[in-house]
């Protein structure tokens, strides 16, 4: 029996990291699956820094093989925001739709051709033995002029990725999952995994 604590409360993300993770656990639990109430800082300046803060805070108090994930979106005409931001972009209370109008707010003077941006993932897993172990994941493509799709959570209605004409929101999921900064990251944490446990996944 191996347990994954998966120190994230964005349901949009866990499905994801689920679907993601391949064999190498059979249970896969989040703060909203085992009900922690917990309220974690993210101060850090870099992915890296809130990730490892997020995998450590939760490591520290069971001691099981944890994974965190901190990502964001980067708009090129934006120098980078809202980068670590994103979360928090419109405030605390604010809602996915309330960061999109922002968003869109911000660059509705730029054209198509300038609205380059890219989705960042980082990963950080903590083993049993707590040894830290860190990936990470880009997918680039541009900002749509406005909300389209249903799929996906986040900033996904407004993400064009690169070689499609629709958003992440537009997309099935499993196209998504093949393409994404999220896949990305994951393709090389299940090498560690790999590593880790010999190849074999747990039966
Ligand atoms: O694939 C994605 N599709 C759309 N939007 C996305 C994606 N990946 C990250 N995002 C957005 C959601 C959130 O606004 C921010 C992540 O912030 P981040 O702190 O990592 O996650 P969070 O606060 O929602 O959950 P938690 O910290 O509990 O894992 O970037
Ligand atoms: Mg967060």
Do not use: W
Not at 4 to 21: R, S, W, Y
Not at 70 to 94: C, F, H, I, Q, T
Not at 135 to 159: H, M, Q, S, V, W
């Amino acid at each position: 029996m191996r347990k994954l604590l998966v120190a994230t409360k964005n349901e949009g993300k866990a499905k994801e990291i689920k679907q993601l993770i391949g064999g190498y656990f059979n249970d896969v639990v989040t703060l909203k699956d085992f009900d922690i109430n917990i309220n974690i800082i993210e101060d850090g300046s870099t992915f890296e820094d809130n990730a490892l803060k997020k995998a450590k805070t939760i490591y520290t108090l069971y001691r099981q093989p944890t994974l965190a994930d901190d990502s964001g979106l980067e708009v090129d005409a934006l120098g980078g925001k809202p980068g670590v931001m994103s979360a928090r972009y419109a405030g605390e209370k604010a809602t996915d739709e309330d960061r999109i109008k922002k968003l869109l707010d911000e660059l509705k003077d730029v054209p198509e051709d300038k609205r380059g941006a890219q989705f960042i993932c980082v990963l950080v897993f903590i083993d049993q033995q707590g040894r830290i172990y860190q990936t990470k994941g880009i997918c680039r493509g541009k900002i749509a002029l406005e909300p389209k799709g249903k799929n996906g959570f986040g900033y996904d209605p407004i993400f064009i990725p690169d070689g499609f004409d629709k958003t992440f929101a537009e997309l099935d999921s499993q196209i998504k999952n093949q393409i994404s900064h999220r896949s990305k990251a994951f393709e090389n944490l299940k090498k560690i995994l790999g590593e880790i446990y010999n190849e074999g996944t747990c039966d």
